[in-house]
């Protein structure tokens, strides 16, 4: 029997984030997690805040400037169902056809998420 050990809500395939992300470990026992960000010029050329919440409380903030990788590492704690859920909210997002005119993207991204890492107590 194969169990869904994670999942995310709030990315796109390639890890390019939307305003919200949300990471959901099942059957959890606490823990931390890490996660790594980028961003590039393509999306803003301004640097983009990344707020962490875990259960309930901000936990975490990084700011990701264009070409540049931020690491977050935040606690994990149960939500009482044997989960632990962590909350990423971005301050804006960017439509890179907008930024740049060559791009043809159409879709509003934030940063892209480039690992997620479950560290257990």
Request: glycine residues 10%; proline residues 4%; charged residues 25%.
């Amino acid at each position: 029997m194969v169990r869904e050990t994670w999942a995310l809500d709030g990315l796109y395939d390639d890890r390019w984030s939307g305003r919200r992300v949300t990471y959901t470990r099942f059957h959890c026992v606490g823990g931390r997690l890490e996660t790594a960000m980028q961003r590039d010029t393509r999306v803003s050329r301004r640097p983009q805040t990344v707020v962490a919440y875990t259960g309930g409380a901000r936990v975490a903030a990084a700011t990701v400037a264009p070409f540049a990788t931020e690491t977050l590492l935040l606690p994990l704690s149960l939500d009482g169902s044997g989960r632990c859920l962590a909350r990423f909210e971005l301050g804006r997002t960017g439509v890179p056809s907008v930024v740049e005119a060559e791009h043809v993207e159409g879709r509003a991204v934030g940063v892209r998420f480039v690992r997620f890492r479950y560290l257990a107590p």
